[in-house]
């Protein structure tokens, strides 16, 4: 499984997608990390089980990444990093 890796602004976005057992689905994932600074650590928050489903790891892992990036860009309440 391949996984696209992509700083954009203060955060670190890692997205791949995972085959469903006994289906031809692939599910997105995705985790965020916010990169270490001077006043703080870096942390990592993952989002398990994203919908939609996808017919082709490259769709579910695209739409992982855009989500990773309006997430950050609208600073999103769902992201606590």
Not at 18 to 38: S, V, Y
Not at 39 to 62: I, V
């Given at each position: 499984?391949?996984?696209?890796?992509?700083?954009?602004?203060?955060?670190?976005?890692?997205?791949?997608?995972?085959?469903?057992?006994?289906?031809?689905?692939?599910?997105?994932?995705?985790t965020m990390t916010r990169l270490r600074c001077a006043?703080?650590?870096?942390?990592?928050?993952?989002?398990?089980?994203?919908?939609?489903?996808?017919?082709?790891?490259?769709?579910?892992?695209?739409?992982?990444?855009?989500?990773?990036?309006?997430?950050?860009?609208?600073?999103?309440?769902?992201?606590?990093?």
């Amino acid at each position: 499984m391949a996984i696209h890796r992509e700083e954009h602004g203060p955060y670190l976005i890692e997205a791949s997608a995972f085959q469903l057992p006994g289906e031809n689905k692939w599910q997105p994932r995705l985790t965020m990390t916010r990169l270490r600074c001077a006043t703080t650590l870096s942390r990592s928050q993952t989002f398990p089980g994203l919908t939609p489903l996808f017919d082709s790891a490259k769709g579910a892992t695209h739409y992982a990444v855009d989500l990773g990036k309006r997430m950050a860009d609208e600073e999103s309440p769902k992201l606590r990093v």
